[in-house]
Every structure is written in C-alpha cells, then in structure tokens.
C-alpha cells in the first residue's frame, strides 16, 4: 500500500490539471467567447478577458467578484428568489447568474461586460477595496460596505458621494514621491485610480446609461447626412436645418466623451494591411464616422452584443459575439488567436495550480523526515516534478505569448526564479535522495509564486518592454544567466536554513545528513557564483551598447556587483578554513538577504537606470525577509549545547570562532 501511495497523490493531482485543460460549456451567455475577443491596451494586443482581470486587480485585488450579498446586509435572499422564479422581474431587474449552475462568483468576463454595457447593475456590486482605518472615518465609510475576510468592499452607489473628496485629498499628494507618502496617502492615490479606472470602462463600449446602442447608432446615422449638410451650411452662413444641426451635435457629445474616458481600443484598424497596430476607440471611430458616413463592423458589433446582453436576450448576444468572431477571421487571425491563447492562459491559471502542489509537496517532505520516510519522500518528489512540468509548461507559453525572454520585468522574475530553484532542488534530490532537494524545491517555489501572485496586483504583468529593455541578445542572456545566479543563492540560502532548523529544533540532523547538506550548499555556491558573475559580465555588454558605457555604479549593477563579491567570500572562507559547517551555513543564509537587495531592495530606492521595477508595496514584505534570515543566523550561532541535535554533531566545530 505504501509503494502506491506516491502515484495515488501523483494521479490525483495530474488528472486534475488535465480535466481543467479542457473547459467548461456555456450553455447561457457566451462569456468566455466575449472574453476572448482582442483589444489593444498597454501598447499590446490582449484580450477583454485580461483586461477584465487586470481591472479588478486594481479595483479590488482580486480576479472574481462574489454575488452572494449584492448588498450591506450580505444575505443570499434575493438570490435565492431570482433561483426559485426567474421570470418574476424583467431582465433588467434581475441579474445574468439566474441562469447559470454556479452563481457564487462573478468572472472577470461576465463583470466588464456587465460594467460595459449594464453599469446600474454593475455599480450595486461590492468591488471597491478601502481598508485603511483613517481614510474610513474620513470618508464616513464604516456602517457601509461588505465585510469579507476583514477587508471592506464597497459598491460605486456607496462610494460616489465621496469622490469628490477622494479627488481633492489626490491632488494634495500628487507632488509627493510614492515613496515618502504614508499608507493613507498611498490608499488615497489607490482609490481615486480605481474610481477613474472604473468610469472609463463605463464608457468604452457605449455610453453611460445607454439601453439600446444599436438603436442609437442607428438614429445617428440617419441624422448624419442632413446634420452634416447643416454644418456646412451653418459654416459658410447660410441658412441651415435648426433641428438636423442640433441632432447630430446631441448624439456626437456623448461619442466626444467616450473618445476621451474609454480604457481599451476596441476597434481594430481599417487598414491592417498598412498598420496592425493602429487600434482606435469606439467613440473615435464614431465620430469618423460622422465625417465619411461608414460605420466600422466592429462597432455595429459591439453595439449589437451590448444591446442584446443589457436586454437579456442570451441567443441574439451570442449571435453578436460569433458574428464579430467570423468577421475578424478574415483579416485579424493572428490577433483573434492571441486572445483565444491569453484567455486561455488566464483562465487555466498554471502558477497558482503550480503553487498549490509546491506547498502539498513541501508537508510531504517535511514529513518525510519524521517517518515513513521513503513513501512520503517519493510522494514529495513525484508532485514537485508535477509542478515543475506545469510551472515549465506555463513559462514556455507565456514566453510564446510575450515573443519575449523568460525575465522582462520582476513578475517574470519571481516566476522563473522560483523554476530556477525548483529544477536545481530536483538536481539536488536525485543526486542525494533524503528529501532535503525536494523541500528546498517546493518551498521556493511556492514562495516565489506568492511574490507573482502579489506582484501582479499592479496590473498588467505582459505589459510592452520599456524600450531600453527591448533590444537584443546580451539583454535575453544577461537578464536569463543573472537571474539563475539568483535563484541559485535563494537555493543555497533555503539549504542551510533546513541546517539550522533541522539541528537547532529536531533530532533529525544526523551527522550524515549535515554532512550531505554541506556538500550541497557548497555545490551550489559554486554555481551561483558563476551565473552570477556571467550575468553581470553580459549585463555590461548590452550597458556598453545600449547606453555607451560597460559599468556606471548604478545601484542595480552595483547589487549584481555584490552577490558575485559575497559568493566569492563564501568559498575563500570555507576554502582557507575559515568557516566548518556551520560558519558556511550561516554565510549562505546571508547571501538570502544580500540577493534580496539586489534583487527588490535596489529597485525600490527609486534611483538609477534600473528603477523600472519599483514596488514600494514589497518594502515592509522585504523587511520581513530579512528579519526573518538575521534570526536563522542568530540560531546558527547559539552554542552546541543548545541544539536539539547536538548529540549528532559532535564533530561539528563551535561556530563563534569560525565566523569571528
């Protein structure tokens, strides 16, 4: 039974990840297929489905919106009504999750649609994030919102009111450096982002408050000849249509407003053969079409799908989407398959499936130090090359959707750190098969799919390189080998943490094992001290000819500049018998804070060619960290005596005298 259980755990875990390859049907509205359709937003052709994503992410950090308590009082009755008798209120009364079997969260496509084209709907739903407990009173929030995990949300009835107060408290901090505001003034600039964010989705598709946009662009047309005739007429002085004048001005104000709020350009170019990227705006092709009189079919669509969606009628919205989908087959294929692919990738959700079976993997192994050692280890082992295969599978495919190196910002950083690590933990455990290599692969791998996950609350994680980023090979091999030198110093780091843990906590520490993990972290030194210093080296070439010069001391540089330096010091201390075991493992542990500077630390100074990837949200996270590691270092230190596995090392020599 034991021999079975590693591929039992194995089973499971992979035939859950093959089912959701394939998804679900949709038997009501067509939301995935909305969802796929492209747009162009942050200089790249994406899907509305990321777009959705992203927003919500910005809105209300999360990808979801829950629909059970659409109000303050958070009860599922009038939900349970709608379920009960669908017919009893008319569409517009209602809300689209009557139909479906699974009504407990609202998907990011279903939610842009609704904020699109239904926004009073949309505007009672609990999205709004405002936690910080001053800028409540301020804005007289506490009896309001929705309580969840004991985080507050609020509806955009709830928080309208107290826009023009959020307005004002912006502007007051819009001088101040993001990193000398305080938490209130950062919640503050936070909100008003979501505000502004959230009325100009409102106003991408169609206009706020419209019920029939079909009808309307209809009307417009109709009024475009005589309204143009009076225009001109009304130029040169002459006599003029009153009424045809004013017509047609009352329908273009609402179009000039779109032009100016809406978030995505959902229209793609007339002449893709000239330009594929000269995507415009709904609002913007509206009022072009008021000078040569024809209407883009991407707008006739959109308009079609709105009205259909705000009316209720489920056939006739999936007709628009399908109708629109065929259109664009014929001169848009390779931006149609884009979205299907991204959508796709969105929805499957690889890194956090990944996530989930690193941390399975990480008890697992942790367990197989305590008994029924060989069963859980090869449970540990099976599910961490699971992970791998999957967070492998997703990097390849994000690489294939960007056209862009595994690293191009510190989202993608963190994602291939975390495989860095996890293919040289499996390395590890094949080579000494005791658990230690797949524990240090799980960890850091989950870890530093957590950092993603939190970075990407910032938005847009494929965004366009910033251009002196986008240039050539010795950028790819620069930012590929340095960051392996990273995720190679994490891995000695987490190797001698399992040291210190292991000897100071438990008596599974034998002798054998110190010995194993010596050897592994000295390995690993040894390679992270030359990816490293290749990394820097070719982070010099591309300097030297993107910016004209191989080094500057730039704090970025300079950071890359001391792994290679502290990697260094690490093998000349164990080489001239400075350091024994422990001396080496505190060393390693130090090189976890050391990288953690170069790696977030230098970016959130601000300063410097490399301040592209600040994240001031990430500074009390780093603090953390390195509190965290300067207390594994003051375990190393304690005497012998004091460790549970002390009877296991007596040939291990007192550290105080090696490291002083």
């Keep these: 039974m034991k021999k079975s259980i590693p591929w039992i755990l194995f089973a499971v875990f992979a035939l859950e990840a093959a089912v959701a390859l394939r998804p679900r049907g949709e038997k009501d509205f067509h939301f995935r297929a909305f969802g796929e359709l492209p747009v162009l937003l942050n200089g790249r ?50 809300k689209w999750w009557q139909f479906s079997k699974h009504p407990r969260k609202l998907k990011p496509s279903a939610w842009l649609l609704e904020v699109m084209t239904n926004p009073d709907l949309a505007d009672e739903r609990p999205v709004f994030l405002v936690h910080h407990p001053e800028l409540l009173s301020q804005l007289k929030l506490e009896e309001k919102g929705v309580e969840n995990s004991g985080l507050r949300y609020y509806t955009f009835n709830e928080i309208r009111s107290v826009w023009p107060e959020v307005e004002k408290q912006a502007q007051q901090i819009r001088g101040i450096e993001p990193e000398a505001q305080t938490a209130l003034q950062k919640q503050v600039a936070k909100l008003e982002n979501a505000l502004i964010l959230y009325h100009r989705l409102k106003n991408s598709l169609q206009p706020e408050g419209t019920k029939d946009f079909s009808a309307q662009i209809a009307q417009f047309q109709k009024a475009i000849t005589p309204g143009i005739a009076a225009v001109r007429a009304q130029s040169a002085g002459k006599d003029y249509d009153k009424e045809a004048f004013e017509r047609l001005l009352g329908l273009l104000g609402p179009y000039d407003l779109m032009a100016n709020l ?168 094949r080579i000494f098969r005791d658990g230690v290599g797949a524990v ?170 490399h301040s592209y990837g600040f994240m001031d949200a990430a500074f009390k996270w780093l603090m953390l960290f390195v509190g965290s590691q300067v207390l594994l270092i003051a375990l190393g230190l304690l005497p012998m005596e004091k460790w549970s596995s002390r009877q296991s090392l007596r040939a291990a020599a007192p550290v105080g005298a090696a490291v002083s």
Aim: net charge neutral.
């Design 262 to 429: 809406a978030y995505p350009f959902l229209v793609p170019p007339a002449q893709p053969e000239v330009s594929r990227d000269n995507w415009t705006q709904i609002g913007l092709s509206l009022m072009e079409t008021a000078r040569s009189g024809e209407l883009h079919p991407a707008v006739s669509s959109f308009a079609a799908l709105a009205t259909a969606y705000r009316q209720g009628k489920v056939d006739e919205f999936n007709f628009a989407v399908e109708n629109y989908r065929a259109w664009l087959t014929e001169k848009f294929v390779p931006e149609l398959k884009k979205g299907e692919r991204e959508s796709f990738f969105n929805n499957y959700s690889p890194f956090y499936r990944a996530m989930l079976i690193y941390i399975v993997a990480f008890l697992l192994g942790c367990a197989s130090w305590f008994g029924w050692s060989e069963t859980w280890r090869r449970s540990a082992v099976y599910l961490v090359s699971l992970a791998l295969v999957i967070h492998t599978t997703a990097l390849l495919f994000r690489m294939f959707l960007e056209g862009r190196p595994p690293v191009t910002n510190l989202y993608s950083s963190a994602i291939f750190i975390g495989w860095g690590a996890a293919v040289l933990g499996l390395v590890l455990e």
């Design 45 to 94: 052709v994406q899907p509305l489905d990321s777009v959705a994503r992203n927003s919500l992410l910005q809105i209300r950090s999360a990808q979801a919106v829950p629909l059970e308590g659409n109000g303050a009082d958070g009860s599922w009755g009038e939900w349970n009504e709608l379920r009960k008798n669908p017919k009893a209120a008319p569409f517009s009364e209602r």
């Design 440 to 609: 240090v692969a799980s960890f850091v791998g989950f870890v530093t799919l957590i950092i993603a996950h939190n970075l990407a609350l910032g938005g847009d994680t494929m965004e366009m390189l910033r251009a002196v980023l986008d240039t050539n090979f010795w950028l790819a091999t620069h930012v590929t080998t340095v960051t392996l030198g990273y995720a190679s110093t994490f891995v000695a780091g987490f190797l001698a943490t399992i040291y210190i843990l292991r000897g100071v906590f438990t008596r599974t520490l034998s002798e054998a094992t110190a010995k194993a993990l010596a050897r592994m972290v000295y390995g690993i030194v040894c390679f992270a001290t030359l990816f490293s210093f290749v990394g820097t080296i070719l982070g010099g070439i591309w300097a030297d000819q993107s910016w004209g010069r191989f080094w500057g001391w730039d704090p970025k540089e300079n950071g890359a500049l001391i792994i290679v330096i502290w990697n260094a010091m690490i093998l000349h201390a164990r080489w001239g018998g400075m350091v024994r075991e422990r001396g080496l493992m505190n060393m390693a542990i130090f090189g976890n804070i050391v990288t953690s500077f170069s790696w977030f630390g230098v970016n959130m100074l601000g300063i410097g060619l």
